[in-house]
């Protein structure tokens, strides 16, 4: 995510200004941490919503000292360019493990493309899931029917589908397999919930 604030700073004495004092204007570092503040804070489903926080804490914090601020928020990490990296690293790394790959999105990304990529490894199979964000979701019927509509998928790619990710593990605990290698990819909302379910899992 990128984001860049343009502040127009209040007019000022002259005599003010030439004393030089941090006080008597605005701290860029600070203004950086505030808004690194919120987006780390962030579990906003729209970039909108994260952008009103974000003014609100610079004008609370600096309201007297300017006059109009401009906020610019751009999501520059697109799912597909995670798919892409994800897929080369193990093709150049352990192109011949398997692979269980744990696959949910939200209904707005680029998931035909992903799906697409995901598919180019070559023994992997892949569990389909629904991510828990009612409004934005995916369905794991859909998510499977883009799966099986792709033109890649072989013999050797095996594709379940679960309603949500709270049973993911259960297949883990029922036939454990050492040479078996997890992920999870999709939206964040997604990869979020299977963290937390593997925190529960491994702590068992």
Same mark, same amino acid.
């Given at each position: ?5 343009? #502040?127009?700073?209040? !007019?000022? @004495?002259?005599?003010?200004? &030439?004393?030089?004092? $941090? *006080?008597?204007? =605005? ?26 926080? #974000?003014?609100?804490? !610079?004008? @609370?914090?600096?309201?007297? &000292?300017?006059?109009? $601020? *401009?906020?610019? =928020? ?81 013999q050797n790619h095996v594709l379940y589908k ?43």
């Amino acid at each position: 995510m990128e984001v860049s604030a343009e #502040i127009r700073l209040k !007019l000022q @004495d002259l005599n003010v200004l &030439k004393a030089d004092a $941090l *006080t008597n204007t =605005i701290s860029y570092g600070e203004v950086y941490k505030i808004i690194a503040h919120e987006v780390a804070l962030s579990q906003d489903q729209l970039l909108e919503y994260l952008g009103v926080r #974000i003014v609100e804490a !610079l004008r @609370d914090r600096f309201a007297e &000292k300017f006059s109009s $601020l *401009t906020l610019s =928020i751009k999501k520059i990490a697109l799912p597909i360019n995670g798919t892409n990296a994800l897929v080369k690293i193990f093709l150049l790394t352990v192109p011949n493990r398997k692979v269980t790959g744990w696959v949910g999105f939200l209904g707005d990304k680029q998931v035909v493309r992903c799906v697409d990529r995901l598919l180019d490894l070559p023994n992997a199979e892949f569990v389909v899931s629904t991510p828990d964000n009612p409004e934005r979701a995916l369905p794991a019927d859909k998510l499977y029917g883009i799966f099986q509509a792709n033109q890649k998928i072989k013999q050797n790619h095996v594709l379940y589908k679960i309603p949500d990710p709270s049973s993911l593990f259960n297949g883990i605990l029922a036939n454990p397999d050492a040479e078996m290698i997890y992920i999870a990819t999709g939206s964040f909302y997604f990869i979020n919930q299977v963290k937390s379910q593997w925190e529960q899992y491994r702590f068992k």
